[in-house]
C-alpha cells in the first residue's frame, strides 16, 4: 500500500508542477498586457523603466518530490530583462545554492534536494537583478517565500504505546477501558493527510474501539476474571479518513480484569479430623481449616466462627494474618477421662461484599470438625493447687500436720508415693510419710528462727517413676511466748559524782524477740537480792520503760567506782516469761553542767621503798629463768635424736603395729544388721558413724513403728533421687580371714621371720573364693575344668 501510494504522489507532484508553470506564464503575461493598456490609454510615450518591475508569485513545491531531474520550482523576471542577457539573477537566503539553484539568465528556479515538509515547511530566500556589464544590481534585492506543500508521506503513530488498562472483571458493556489518541505529522489543515481513523484489529467480540475518538469499549458482558484474566487489543489508527491509501499506524492495549467479590467460599471437605493430647496447653494449636475462595486479596479474606457443637466451650477458632486461614486452638484444659472427643461446626465467610452480586451468594460456607483427645500418661495431679498451714512453734516433733493427697489422674490410677524436694527444706524439718501423705515435723521449730517454711512436696506414680508432680506447700510458723525479755547484751551507764539523791541516772528498755498480738508489756523491778540496795532504786513508767533513780548522794571514785544492779523483768503473756540483766553503773567525774570527763580512778604512785636497783633484780632473774628453760628443752630434743653407729640399723622404714585384723566366721560384732530392723534400738550400738546425721535415731522417738517401713522407703527414694550423695551404705564382710577363718590369717607382718620360700599349694583346697589368688600365685591346677 505505501509504495502505491508514493507512486501516485509522484504523478500528482508532476501535475502539479505543470499547473504551477502555466499559472506563472499566465501570470506574466496578463502582467504585460495589463501594462500596456494602460500606456495606451495615459498617452505615454515610449517605455522607460521608473521603478522596479518584477514579475512573479508566491511559489510552492510538493515534498518528497523523487525525480532523477531537478524539481522546478518557478521563474524570476525582471520588467528590465529584454531577453538580450544583460540581466544576470542572483539568488540568496535559506538553502540557496545548497537546495535552491536559479538560472542567472532566464530566472528559473529548481530544487535539487528532496524536500520534506516535516522537516522544514517554508524557506525564505532572497532575489536581486544585476547588469552584467557594470555588474551592478539594477534594483534592490527582494525576498520571496517558497512553501513546501504537504502530501501523505506519514502513517499516524500512538507515541505512548504500548498501553495497559484494567477495568472490573463482569463490566457492563459499553464501559470505558481506555481513551487512545495517534498523531501524524502531515498538515492537518491541507487534505485529508493527518485525518485518522481508529479500528480494531484484534479483541473482539470482547472490546471495541470508536472511530474518531479512539476510546476502547468493552463490547461483551459477563467476562470472569477467573476464566480469563488478561486480553490483548490491537488498535489501528489510518489517515486519509480511512481511504484506500492511507497510512496505517498500529498498537497493543493489554487490559487486565481485576477481581471483584463474585464467588462465594467453600469447604474442600465436609467433615475434617483432628487430634490433640491432652497434655497440650491452653492456646495450643490444634488445626487449621480453609474455604477457598476462587476470588484475590481482599475479595477472599475470610473470618471464621464456632457456630454449634459440644466443644465450642472448649475450643476457639482465629483467623491468621493472612486472613485465609481459621486456626483452632484449645480455650480450656483437656482431660481425656473426662471426654475423648469434641465435634466443632465452623462457618467460614467473605469479609467483603460486594452488594452487586449478592444473587451469586450466599458467600459463606459450613463445614464439621471432629476433635479427638489422646490419652497422655500424666503426673498425679493434688487435690490442692497449694496449701497453707499455720503451726505454732512449740508443737511436739513428730506432730502430723497435714496430710497431703493426690492422685493419678489417668485411667490406671496408679500408687502414689510422696517425698519433699529437698532443695525446698534444707534443714529438714519436715518429712512426709511415702504412702499416706501425712506431713509432720521431725525437728523443732522456731518462729524467731525461721517465720515461713515454703517447701515443695512431690508426688510420683509408682509404676511410672517419670511422672511426678508437685505442690508447693507454705507452712507459717505461729509465735508462741518462749523467750523472756531482757536488757542488750551489754548495757552499761554512768553516774556523776555530784550526783544527788533522786536524780534520774539512766532510761532502760527491754527487747523481746516474740511477736505477741497485743504488742509487748514488759514489768521491770530490782532483783530481790538488791531490792532493799542503799544506792539505787527503779522506776516502772508502765510504758515498756524503766528509771534508774539515786537513793543518795556523795558519790566518790575512790569509795567504790563501779556498781553492778540486777532488774529483773517479766512481760505480760502466757506463760510468762522473766529474766534478770545486769545493768552496770560507773561513778565518774563531770563538769559544772554534768558532762562525764572521766570515769577512771587516779593511779597510785609506787612505794618509794622500790628502788631502781630492786627492779633490776627481778629483771635478772626473769631472764635467767628464760635461759634455763630454753636449755631444758634443747637437751630433751638431743635425747630423742640418738646417733646411729651401725649403718645397718638405719633401715629408713616405719612399721605400723593395729591390731585390728577380723575375726572371721566367729565375728558377729562387726555389723549389727538388727539396728535396721528395729530402729528403736539403734541409739544402744556402741559405734556411731561421724559422716550421717542421726536422722533415723531421732525420728524413732517420735515415728510409730508401723511407719518405720515408710520412711525406710522415702530415704531410699530420696538417695535414688539425689544424683550428688555419697555411697554412704556399705558392708563389710570380714569372714574368710582371721583366726576363727579355715584360711587362718592372711597377714604378712611375721613373714619377714622367714627366709623359705612359701608354698602355695593349699590355695586350690580353699574353694572357689580363692581361686583369683591362686591365679596370681600360678598355683592353679591346669587339668581342672573352669568354674563359672
Known amino acids: 500500500a505505501r509504495t502505491h501510494s508514493y507512486t501516485t504522489q509522484t504523478v500528482y507532484t508532476l501535475l502539479f508542477s505543470v499547473a504551477l508553470a502555466l499559472l506563472a506564464l499566465l501570470s506574466d503575461a496578463q502582467g504585460r498586457t495589463d501594462r500596456a ?17 518584477w514579475v512573479w508569485n508566491q511559489f510552492f513545491v510538493l515534498e518528497e518530490y523523487t525525480g532523477l531531474e531537478p524539481l522546478y520550482i518557478g521563474k524570476l523576471h525582471s520588467d528590465m530583462d529584454l531577453g538580450d542577457g544583460s540581466i544576470k539573477y542572483i539568488l540568496s537566503g535559506d538553502g540557496a545554492g545548497t537546495t535552491f539553484t536559479i538560472d542567472d539568465s532566464t530566472g528559473d528556479i529548481h530544487a535539487i534536494k528532496r524536500l520534506d515538509r516535516e522537516v522544514k515547511a517554508q524557506y525564505m530566500l532572497r532575489a536581486q537583478a ?3 556589464l557594470t555588474n551592478r544590481p539594477l534594483e534592490p534585492e527582494s525576498e520571496f517565500i517558497v512553501k513546501i506543500q504537504d502530501i501523505n508521506d506519514n502513517e499516524p503513530k500512538f507515541l505512548d504505546g504500548p498501553y495497559q488498562a484494567t477495568i472490573p472483571e463482569m463490566s457492563s458493556i459499553g464501559t470505558e477501558v481506555i481513551r487512545l489518541t495517534a498523531t501524524d505529522a502531515d498538515d492537518p489543515t491541507y487534505g485529508n493527510s493527518a485525518r485518522v481513523v481508529y479500528s480494531i484489529l484484534q479483541g473482539q467480540p470482547y472490546f471495541s474501539v470508536e472511530p474518531k475518538s479512539g476510546i476502547v469499549r468493552v463490547s461483551l458482558g459477563g467476562m470472569d476474571r477467573e476464566v480469563r484474566e488478561n486480553y490483548s487489543v490491537v488498535i489501528q489508527a489510518k489517515d486519509m479518513g480511512g481511504q484506500l491509501g492511507g497510512l496505517a499506524g498500529t498498537t497493543v492495549v493489554n487490559i487486565t480484569l481485576s477481581d471483584v467479590n463474585d464467588n462465594p467460599p467453600m469447604f474442600d471437605q465436609k467433615l475434617y479430623q483432628m487430634s490433640v493430647p491432652e497434655s497440650a496447653p491452653v492456646g495450643s494449636v490444634v488445626g ?13 479474606e475470610m473470618t471464621y466462627s464456632i457456630i454449634d457443637g459440644d466443644g465450642r466451650d472448649t475450643f476457639d477458632i482465629s483467623t491468621d494474618p493472612t486472613h485465609l486461614f481459621g486456626i483452632i486452638t484449645i480455650k480450656k484444659p483437656l482431660n481425656f477421662e473426662s471426654k475423648a472427643s469434641y465435634t466443632l461446626k465452623i462457618e467460614g465467610a467473605n469479609t467483603h461484599l460486594d452488594h452487586r452480586f449478592l444473587d451469586k451468594g450466599p458467600f459463606s460456607h459450613v463445614t464439621i470438625v471432629h476433635v479427638s483427645v489422646e490419652d497422655v500418661d500424666e503426673p498425679p495431679e493434688f487435690d490442692s493447687a497449694v496449701y497453707y498451714m499455720e503451726v505454732p512453734e512449740n508443737a511436739e516433733v513428730g506432730m502430723v500436720i ?60 509408682m509404676n511410672n517413676p517419670n511422672m511426678i508432680g508437685s505442690l508447693s506447700v507454705a507452712v507459717k510458723i505461729l509465735d508462741v511466748n518462749d523467750n523472756a525479755p531482757m536488757l542488750p547484751e551489754y548495757f552499761e551507764t554512768s553516774v556523776c559524782e555530784t550526783a544527788k539523791a533522786g536524780q534520774r541516772v539512766q532510761t532502760v528498755a527491754a527487747v523481746d524477740p516474740d511477736d505477741p498480738l497485743g504488742g509487748h508489756h514488759f514489768y521491770y523491778s530490782l532483783a530481790p537480792e538488791a531490792a532493799n540496795n542503799p544506792n539505787f532504786t527503779l522506776r516502772d513508767n508502765q510504758d515498756n520503760t524503766a528509771w534508774i533513780l539515786t537513793r543518795r548522794g556523795g558519790w566518790s571514785q575512790q569509795d567504790q567506782a563501779v556498781y553492778y544492779l540486777p532488774i529483773f523483768i517479766s512481760d505480760g503473756e502466757q506463760p510468762v516469761q522473766t529474766s534478770t540483766s545486769t545493768l552496770t553503773i560507773r561513778v565518774c567525774s563531770c563538769d559544772g553542767e554534768g558532762k562525764v570527763m572521766s570515769c577512771n580512778a587516779e593511779a597510785y604512785h609506787l612505794p618509794a621503798s622500790l628502788s631502781r636497783g630492786a627492779l633490776i633484780a627481778i629483771l635478772a632473774c626473769i631472764f635467767v629463768l628464760l635461759v634455763m628453760i630454753l636449755l631444758m628443752l ?7 635424736k640418738p646417733f646411729l653407729h651401725d649403718v645397718e640399723d638405719n633401715v629408713h622404714e616405719n612399721i605400723v603395729r593395729y591390731d585390728d585384723e577380723g575375726g572371721g566366721e566367729e565375728d558377729t560384732e562387726a555389723f549389727d544388721i538388727a539396728a535396721m530392723w528395729n530402729p528403736r534400738e539403734a541409739h544402744l550400738v556402741g559405734k556411731q558413724r561421724q559422716d550421717m546425721l542421726p536422722e533415723i535415731e531421732s525420728l524413732s522417738r517420735y515415728v510409730p513403728l508401723a511407719n518405720v517401713h515408710g520412711y525406710v522407703l522415702s530415704k531410699l527414694l530420696e538417695a535414688d533421687l539425689d544424683s550428688c550423695a555419697p555411697p554412704y551404705d556399705s558392708l563389710q564382710t570380714y569372714a574368710y580371714e582371721g583366726e576363727g577363718s579355715v584360711a587362718d590369717s592372711l597377714s604378712s607382718l611375721q613373714s619377714s621371720c622367714s627366709n623359705t620360700d612359701h608354698e602355695y599349694d593349699y590355695l586350690n583346697n580353699w574353694g572357689p573364693r580363692f581361686k583369683k589368688l591362686a591365679e596370681m600365685y600360678g598355683v592353679l591346677e591346669t587339668k581342672s575344668p573352669p568354674m563359672w
Open 634 to 640: 634443747s637437751l630433751r630434743s638431743q635425747r630423742k
Open 402 to 461: 497435714k496430710t497431703i493427697s493426690a492422685r493419678d489422674p489417668d485411667a490406671a490410677n496408679n500408687s502414689i508415693r510422696y517425698s519433699i524436694d529437698r532443695t525446698s527444706d534444707l534443714g529438714k524439718y519436715f518429712y512426709i510419710d511415702i504412702t499416706s501423705g501425712s506431713l509432720m515435723t521431725v525437728l523443732p521449730l522456731d518462729r524467731e528462727e525461721i517465720t515461713w517454711h515454703n517447701i515443695t512436696i512431690l508426688a510420683m506414680e
Open 37 to 53: 493598456r494602460t500606456r495606451e490609454e495615459t498617452g505615454a510615450g515610449p517605455l522607460r523603466r521608473v521603478k522596479r518591475g
Open 288 to 300: 487449621r481449616i480453609r474455604a477457598k475462595d476462587r476470588d484475590i486479596g481482599i475479595n477472599a
Open 130 to 132: 544585476w547588469n552584467r
